[in-house]
């Protein structure tokens, strides 16, 4: 079976088990520095995993309200092998956030907007915890990268019934951007 290219080649090592060492192998999640440029200018970089690199990007932009639609984008190129995405905005006016605010995590992460895309949501949905722990193992099913490594983040979008959309990174927040950036490209 090959890996998929989010993963690393495997890597041998040593785990004790039963009281004496094994020599066995781990897959390892690939990480990479990925910067995002607007209109020719350096937004970002964001240490993320190589998978669903779009989603990503459309997910940042909007959670930091560079952009509300899809259509505010002219064009956008991602290329994972320079480690890049070139997206520009219909609007010619667009001036670098000055500031950033650094955000807890492992690597410390940045944030160019004040409330950080967070808006209050208004619902009457009541999910039994039951319902919620079937959705979770759903959840952990689908996961392909969690269960190749055990290293890596994973988040879902569900309705009543399944889940929707996934997304995982080796960045919790970037699972979240992935997912909110693949709604908007749906």
């Known amino acids: 079976m090959s890996l998929p290219q989010e993963i690393a080649p495997d890597i041998p090592c040593r785990k004790y088990i039963d009281g004496k060492w094994e020599q066995t192998t781990l897959s390892v ?4 520095a990925f910067t995002i440029y607007i ?3 350096e937004l ?11 989603c990503l990007v459309f997910g940042y932009l909007l959670a930091e309200g560079i ?10 190129r991602v290329c994972e092998e320079d480690a890049l995405a070139d997206v520009k905005l219909k609007r010619s006016d ?14 410390g992460g940045t944030s ?21 722990l079937h959705l979770m193992r759903r959840m952990l099913e689908r996961a392909k990268l969690y269960n190749l490594t055990g290293g890596i983040h994973t ?8 889940v929707i959309v996934l997304g995982e990174d080796i960045g919790r927040h970037n699972t979240l951007d992935k997912i909110v950036g693949e709604c908007f490209l749906r």
Request: aromatic share 2%; glycine share 4%.
């Open 29 to 32: 999640p690939k990480e990479m």
């Open 39 to 41: 209109n020719n200018q």
């Open 44 to 54: 970002v970089t964001i240490l993320c995993t190589p998978f669903k690199l779009n």
């Open 67 to 76: 952009i509300r639609e899809t259509n505010d984008v002219d064009s956008m």
């Open 94 to 107: 667009f001036v670098l956030p000055q500031r950033r605010i650094l955000t807890s995590g492992c690597g």
């Open 112 to 132: 160019l907007s004040v409330d950080m895309g967070a808006a209050k949501i208004k619902t009457h949905i009541h999910v039994a915890p039951k319902h919620l």
């Open 155 to 162: 988040s879902a979008l569900c309705d009543n019934k399944e």
